[in-house]
Structures are given as structure tokens and as C-alpha cells.
């Protein structure tokens, strides 16, 4: 058996307020629309991967998700842009990413990073 994907539930009554940052800030598709469920994604090969953390590294918080980008810089002007507040970063990680945390319309805490 291998795993193939791996999908993170978000529990809104507002499903439609993820187009503002998981379609228009972040680039993802809609790749499933049900009306009670909207799955957001990209038909490019992705890894599949799931960690546990007692924080997010460089003490900060242990953030909900994490989604690697290939332009940190691109990334960091749209979230500006898109009027959503920078709670962490951009800074360089002794371990080798730049990255910045944002929080999502649901109050999730996302670390944005790349390699």
C-alpha cells in the first residue's frame, strides 16, 4: 500500500472565503466544489507529507500548515497585497528555508516557505 494524498479539512461555515487567499493570494484550483466542500489543489506532483511538532521552530508557534512555494518574495507581495497580516518572518532559517507565517481567513496559522 502506498499513500497517495494527503487532504487537511478546515471546518468553516464559510467555504467561499478561501478563494481570497487559497485561490487568488496563494494560486491554487478549485479541484472539487461540492457546495458543503471545496477542495483547492494544483495537478502538478506534489509530496505527500504530514508532520508533529512541538513548535515551528526558532521558538515560534507551531503553525496549522505549511505550503512551499517556488518565489518566497511573490508570495510575501500577494498576501501584502491581499491586505493579510504578516505574523512571523520573512526570515532565513538556519535549517535552509525562508519563510514568513500568515494567519488564513479561518484564523489558521500558514507558514510560507522555500527552499
Known sequence: MK???????????????????????????????????????SNEEMSVQISFASQGGSDSPTPDLSVEVDDIDTALERVKQAGFPIEYGPVDEPWGVRRFYVRDPFGKLVNILAH
Open 3 to 41: 499513500v497517495n494524498r494527503i487532504v487537511t479539512n478546515i471546518d468553516t461555515q464559510n467555504i467561499a472565503a478561501a478563494k481570497s487567499f487559497y485561490q487568488d493570494v496563494l494560486g491554487l484550483d478549485v479541484v472539487m466544489d461540492h457546495g458543503w466542500i471545496a477542495t483547492y489543489g
